[in-house]
Nanobody, 123 residues
Framework: QVQLAESGGRLVQAGGSLRLSCVAS????????VGWFRQTPEKEREFVGG????????YYADSLEGRFTISRDNAKNVVYLEMNILKPEDTAVYYC????????????????WGQGTQVTVSS
């Protein structure tokens, strides 16, 4: 089973950009679809986007309006979340997790959750 760990979160001004990393430990990282989620104290965990096993396909939440991009490097066991034109409402703890099936958006289908990384966007 794969275990994931997020990093890269910090305070950023609105309109800025940030890249988060999700590093995997364990075997067969390329066997998993990886998803990004985010959560605030006021909301349930929200799906952000996912990337296929080889990194050739991605899917995103419609609400992101194309501002976020996910990529992966299986040789380094890492998945990235590139976030652009950040807004204060993007403030959240961001998590990555793994699943076997492409297209899933519900957090209950994902495993290997990390501790999350805090992203704070100031206005």
């Amino acid at each position: 089973q794969v275990q994931l760990a997020e990093s890269g979160g910090r305070l950023v001004q609105a309109g800025g950009s940030l890249r988060l990393s999700c590093v995997a430990s364990g075997r067969a990282f390329s066997d998993y679809v990886v998803g990004w989620f985010r959560q605030t104290p006021e909301k349930e965990r929200e799906f952000v986007g996912g990337i296929s096993w080889a990194g050739t396909s991605t899917y995103y939440a419609d609400s992101l309006e194309g501002r976020f991009t996910i990529s992966r490097d299986n040789a380094k066991n890492v998945v990235y979340l590139e976030m652009n034109i950040l807004k204060p409402e993007d403030t959240a703890v961001y998590y990555c997790a793994a699943t076997r099936q492409y297209g899933r958006v519900q957090s209950t289908f994902f495993d290997g959750w990390g501790q999350g990384t805090q992203v704070t966007v100031s206005s």
